[in-house]
């Protein structure tokens, strides 16, 4: 006898996501960050280490979104040339520092509303024209700082 049983959507609710799932890990995590500022002492520890150690599991990294004025370089002249990246931080425009994906998603939404209100790229050439001599554009990256310029060494060709 067959006592498989497939798995239902309750009526009118949708199955949760993974995206959901890190948004409660997000939310446990500053919950028991919470908890252990108030306990001390070595609960406060083991609740710290359980909070970072579901937000590893989860991929749940911090990152920081903010406007940089970015151009392409040069790389070199192998097969045929090969241009890489690179950015200054725009500091008129305070970096957001996030975690997870849809609060990064929010930051980029955020930093390309100013960009637009404030006309910054009005009259620039876009980044893939020779003529281009700089782009304000949102740039999001791992960490709770913002470098002050991107990228740190310039990359090789191999």
Not at 21 to 46: M, N, P, S
Request: glycine share 10%.
């Amino acid at each position: 006898m067959d006592t498989k049983v497939e798995p239902q959507e309750a009526a009118g609710e949708q199955a949760p996501t993974y995206g959901d799932a890190v948004d409660r890990v997000i939310d446990l995590a500053d919950q028991w960050r919470e908890t252990a500022r108030h306990t001390g002492g070595e609960l406060a520890d083991a609740i710290l280490n359980c909070a970072c150690a579901l937000e590893r599991e989860f991929g749940v990294l911090k990152r920081v979104v903010g406007i940089y004025m970015v151009d392409r370089a040069f790389g070199g002249h192998e097969e045929g040339g090969w241009y890489y990246d690179t950015g200054v931080l725009f500091k008129d425009f305070e970096p957001i520092i996030c975690r997870g994906n849809e609060e990064a998603r929010a930051a980029h939404a955020k930093c390309e509303a100013y960009i637009a209100e404030h006309k910054m790229n009005d009259g620039r050439h876009d980044p893939n024209s020779v003529l281009c001599e700089g782009w304000y554009a949102s740039w999001a990256f791992s960490g709770d700082a913002a470098p002050d310029h991107f990228p740190a060494v310039k990359p090789r060709y191999e």
